[in-house]
C-alpha cells in the first residue's frame, strides 16, 4: 500500500505541515517590537517619574527644615524685649545660604512694630467692631510681627518653600515682684521703681473748681524702664475727703479706651429729675489697674483737692 502512494500527494501532506509549523510572519515580527519598546518606554517613564518625584520629596522635607531652624533663630533673636522692639534690619528682607545646606536660599521678610502692623483688638474683633468705625477701638498694634520666611533652590516658583507666622512681644520683667495684699498692692522693698507710673498731665491747679476736668496719664514700665506697649487700663475714684466723677471714655473720643489717659470731673452725682450735679469737696485720688501676662498691678495718684 506504501507503494501505491503517489509523489504528488506527499508533496501536499509536507507543504501542509511546513505551514502549521513555521515561525511569525514580518508583521507579527514587528507589531511585537513595537509592543514591547512601548512597555519599555512605559516602564522607564515610570522609574523616571518616581526618582523625580522622591528628589521634589526629598527638597521639599530639607527646605522645610532650613525653614524651620531659620523661624528657630528668628525666635531667639525676637525673645529679647530690645530685639523685638527695633526696626529688625538684621532679618527683615534678608537673603542668605543656609549655612548646613549651602544649596538652599533663604529670606526673611518681616513687618517690625509700626502703625502698620496687624491688627489686634482687646478682647476680640467682633466686640470692638462697633467701636471701630468710631475710631476709638482698643487695637494693640505693636504686640505681634508677622513674618514670612521663603526657603527655595531653583529657578522655577515651585522650587520653593514659604513659611508664615507671627511672632509675639516677649513677656518682661517688671520693675518690681508686685503682690496682693487684702486688696491692695505691696512691693518689696528696695530702689527699685513702681512699674506702674501715674502722672497728672492736664487740667487746672488745686484747688479744681466746679465741673473743672484733670487728666492723668498712666504707663507700665519694665524693670529697665522702658514702656510696655498695648496695655490696658482701668480707673477708679478713691475719695479721700471728697468726690468726683471719671468721665466717660466712650463718649469722648479724645480719651483712648485703652485706658492710658483719663480724665475726672469736680462733680459727684446728678439729679435725675432736674438734671442738676452735687458736688463732694475735698481731696480724691484716682487708681490706677493694669493686668500684665496675669500679673495684677494697681498704683495711687497724687491727690486732687476739689474746691467748694
Given at each position: 500500500?506504501?507503494?501505491?502512494?503517489?509523489?504528488?500527494?506527499?508533496?501536499?501532506?509536507?507543504?501542509?505541515?511546513?505551514?502549521?509549523?513555521?515561525?511569525?510572519?514580518?508583521?507579527?515580527?514587528?507589531?511585537?517590537?513595537?509592543?514591547?519598546a512601548?512597555?519599555?518606554?512605559?516602564?522607564?517613564?515610570?522609574?523616571?517619574?518616581?526618582?523625580?518625584a522622591?528628589?521634589?520629596?526629598?527638597?521639599?522635607?530639607?527646605?522645610?527644615?532650613?525653614?524651620?531652624?531659620?523661624?528657630?533663630?528668628?525666635r531667639?533673636?525676637?525673645?529679647?524685649?530690645?530685639?523685638?522692639?527695633?526696626?529688625w534690619?538684621?532679618?527683615?528682607?534678608?537673603?542668605?545660604?543656609?549655612?548646613?545646606?549651602?544649596?538652599?536660599?533663604?529670606?526673611?521678610?518681616?513687618?517690625?512694630?509700626?502703625?502698620?502692623?496687624?491688627?489686634?483688638?482687646?478682647?476680640?474683633?467682633?466686640?470692638?467692631?462697633?467701636?471701630?468705625?468710631?475710631?476709638i477701638?482698643?487695637?494693640?498694634?505693636?504686640?505681634?510681627?508677622?513674618?514670612?520666611?521663603?526657603?527655595?533652590?531653583?529657578?522655577?516658583?515651585?522650587?520653593?518653600?514659604?513659611?508664615?507666622?507671627?511672632?509675639?512681644?516677649?513677656?518682661?520683667?517688671?520693675?518690681?515682684?508686685?503682690?496682693?495684699?487684702?486688696?491692695?498692692?505691696?512691693?518689696?522693698?528696695?530702689?527699685?521703681?513702681?512699674?506702674?507710673?501715674?502722672?497728672?498731665?492736664?487740667?487746672p491747679?488745686?484747688?479744681?473748681?466746679?465741673?473743672?476736668?484733670?487728666?492723668?496719664?498712666?504707663q507700665?514700665?519694665?524693670?529697665?524702664?522702658?514702656?510696655?506697649r498695648?496695655?490696658?487700663?482701668?480707673?477708679?475714684?478713691?475719695?479721700?475727703?471728697?468726690?468726683?466723677?471719671?468721665?466717660?471714655?466712650?463718649?469722648?473720643?479724645?480719651?483712648?479706651r485703652?485706658?492710658?489717659?483719663?480724665?475726672?470731673?469736680?462733680?459727684?452725682?446728678?439729679?435725675?429729675?432736674?438734671?442738676?450735679?452735687?458736688y463732694?469737696?475735698?481731696?480724691?485720688?484716682?487708681?490706677?489697674?493694669?493686668?500684665?501676662?496675669?500679673?495684677?498691678?494697681?498704683?495711687?495718684?497724687?491727690?486732687?483737692?476739689?474746691?467748694?
Amino acid at each position: 500500500m506504501l507503494g501505491s502512494i503517489s509523489t504528488g500527494a506527499l508533496a501536499g501532506v509536507f507543504v501542509r505541515s511546513s505551514r502549521l509549523t513555521g515561525g511569525f510572519s514580518l508583521v507579527e515580527t514587528v507589531l511585537a517590537y513595537f509592543l514591547l519598546a512601548g512597555a519599555i518606554y512605559l516602564i522607564v517613564g515610570l522609574f523616571h517619574g518616581g526618582l523625580r518625584a522622591h528628589s521634589r520629596s526629598q527638597r521639599l522635607t530639607e527646605a522645610a527644615r532650613v525653614a524651620e531652624s531659620t523661624l528657630a533663630r528668628v525666635r531667639a533673636w525676637a525673645s529679647d524685649p530690645i530685639h523685638f522692639s527695633s526696626p529688625w534690619s538684621g532679618y527683615n528682607g534678608v537673603t542668605f545660604a543656609d549655612p548646613d545646606l549651602p544649596g538652599y536660599q533663604v529670606r526673611v521678610d518681616c513687618r517690625p512694630p509700626s502703625p502698620d502692623s496687624l491688627d489686634l483688638f482687646s478682647p476680640c474683633r467682633s466686640l470692638e467692631a462697633s467701636y471701630l468705625a468710631l475710631g476709638i477701638d482698643r487695637c494693640m498694634k505693636a504686640s505681634v510681627v508677622p513674618v514670612r520666611i521663603q526657603v527655595s533652590w531653583g529657578r522655577s516658583y515651585q522650587d520653593q518653600v514659604t513659611v508664615w507666622t507671627h511672632i509675639a512681644e516677649p513677656e518682661r520683667a517688671l520693675a518690681a515682684s508686685p503682690t496682693l495684699v487684702g486688696g491692695e498692692l505691696t512691693i518689696p522693698p528696695g530702689p527699685a521703681p513702681h512699674p506702674l507710673v501715674v502722672r497728672r498731665v492736664g487740667g487746672p491747679p488745686d484747688p479744681v473748681p466746679r465741673n473743672g476736668e484733670v487728666e492723668f496719664e498712666a504707663q507700665l514700665n519694665d524693670a529697665r524702664g522702658i514702656p510696655i506697649r498695648d496695655v490696658m487700663f482701668e480707673w477708679y475714684v478713691v475719695p479721700v475727703t471728697g468726690n468726683a466723677t471719671l468721665v466717660d471714655s466712650q463718649l469722648d473720643p479724645a480719651q483712648p479706651r485703652s485706658g492710658t489717659t483719663r480724665r475726672v470731673r469736680h462733680c459727684y452725682a446728678q439729679n435725675p429729675s432736674t438734671g442738676a450735679w452735687r458736688y463732694a469737696p475735698g481731696a480724691i485720688r484716682l487708681r490706677a489697674r493694669a493686668r500684665y501676662h496675669g500679673v495684677e498691678v494697681l498704683q495711687l495718684s497724687e491727690e486732687v483737692v476739689l474746691g467748694p
